[in-house]
């Protein structure tokens, strides 16, 4: 019993800490008029991270990050709205139109994909992107190099999203005045 109170302090003290982390990170937007599906993503990425699902919390960072940087690739007419490239396609037409002023967002964005690719697909026994490979030369344990991951995932994310809100435009409403002289 004494082990599992042990290991009970353990994860409550990482989660606080987790929680101390992205306090200095995250600021929440009053509103947000745009897909659902990459602010549930942000969303559940902050959910895992916090509740200690650090590999889920990888996953849904990429995840949001692709969302994003294809759909601000549409917007701004760099790839046809029925297209939907996958990431390493997208960080390539955002590289070559120069999407970001700071080339090192592409970088990290980059190193996110390839953190999320052995995870998601499949790769060669010893491929260089692997947990287990990446965990062998610093002799650190793999969920310690997944941990490592999640802070840089969180704050490409984070930023991202506040680099893709776009000011809210009320929608007009209709001169009532003018509208009823219409109708005598």
């Known amino acids: 019993m004494a082990q599992l109170t042990t290991l009970a ?14 306090d200095k990170l995250c600021a929440v937007a009053p509103a947000h008029d745009g897909d659902y599906e990459p ?3 942000i969303r559940e990425a902050l959910a895992c991270y916090l509740d200690g699902y650090i590999m889920a919390a990888n996953l849904t960072t990429a995840a949001h990050v692709e969302h994003t940087l294809v ?24 590289s070559a139109n120069k999407l970001f002023a700071d080339p090192e967002v592409l970088e990290k964005i980059d190193h996110l994909r390839q ?11 010893g491929h260089k992107h692997s947990v287990m ?6 002799k650190r344990a793999p969920e310690l190099i997944l941990e490592d991951d999640a802070p840089l995932g969180l704050e490409v994310t984070h930023g991202l999203f506040f680099a893709s809100l776009r000011p809210f435009k009320a929608p007009t409403v209709p001169d009532v005045a003018a509208s009823s002289e219409g109708q005598s």
């Open 9 to 22: 302090h353990a994860f409550l003290a990482a989660r606080a800490a987790r929680f101390a982390w992205l």
């Open 115 to 125: 953190v999320r690719n052995p995870l998601t697909h499949r790769k060669v026994d």
């Open 71 to 94: 759909e601000e690739l549409r917007r701004r007419g760099f790839v046809p709205v029925k297209a939907s490239p996958i990431l390493h396609g997208a960080i390539a037409s955002a």
């Open 39 to 41: 602010l549930r993503l």
């Open 133 to 138: 490979r990446r965990s062998r030369a610093p």
